[in-house]
């Protein structure tokens, strides 16, 4: 019974997740923004083409006419547009700034282990730990939730253990992150792993094959 609602509260959560998307969605690299400033259509994205979206690069930082670049790491659609703003109040009075996301960049991570579905995954809009489960096909009935490991950058000393029970249960989001390109969630049976059998292998094919295609 008590698998039962954690499965019910996780499909809960995915689906209450988009209607959130829009007021709470953290901006990722690879967003394309449509920017308009009334008034000032010389700094303002064109509708009719798409080539005019700013780009969030890979660093997270967009460039703007007049302030330069501003780095989105962590922020939302309502803060950047409330910091593009207030920075352009230095050279334009009262601007009146609307964006919007044209199209959503994408976070690739790793889900291992006891998912149903495990794999390599493309993140759109909610870049969360339980939205890559959720794309996984949930836990397996054998998943520790109290001690998932979450591996940054490839690196074992960068490895996090989330307590994803107490997010199902309590709502904690410091246990549900923002997930970063490359990361890699691993759920066992019994709180342990091994990151030279269980994970490496996964994780160095990856970046070498993701290193050979942006040499090319």
């Known amino acids: ?18 209607t959130a ?6 901006m990722s690299p690879g967003d394309k923004l449509m920017i308009t400033i009334t008034g000032y259509e010389e700094y303002s994205s064109d509708p009719t083409k798409s080539d005019s979206a700013y780009l969030v690069r890979p660093d997270g930082r967009v460039s ?12 939302t659609v309502i803060q950047f547009t409330e910091e593009l703003k207030d920075r352009l109040g230095a050279y334009l009075v009262n601007p009146d700034v609307s964006v919007n996301i044209a199209q959503w960049g994408t976070t690739r991570v790793f889900v ?3 998912v149903n579905k495990p794999g390599l995954y493309e993140l759109t809009k909610s870049h969360r730990v339980i939205d890559a489960i ?4 949930g836990f ?33 989001m410091t246990q549900n992150v923002v997930l970063k ?7 066992t049976s019994n709180g342990r792993f091994n990151f030279n059998t269980d994970l490496l292998p996964f994780i160095s094919a990856w970046y070498m094959f993701d290193r050979i295609k942006n040499d090319k």
Do not use: H, Q
């Open 134 to 137: 959720g794309m996984a096909n």
């Open 21 to 26: 998307a829009a007021e709470e969605y953290i």
């Open 64 to 75: 703007f006419p007049l302030v330069g670049t501003i780095d989105t790491t962590g922020k």
């Open 181 to 187: 390109e490359g990361d890699c969630l691993y759920l």
């Open 140 to 172: 397996t009935k054998d998943a520790a939730k109290k001690k998932v490991f979450l591996v940054r950058g490839g690196k074992e000393s960068n490895t996090t253990k989330l307590n994803v029970n107490n997010f199902l249960t309590k709502g904690d």
């Open 112 to 114: 291992l282990g006891e």
């Open 1 to 18: 019974m008590k698998k039962l609602m954690l499965a019910t509260l996780l499909a809960l959560t995915l689906a209450l997740s988009g």
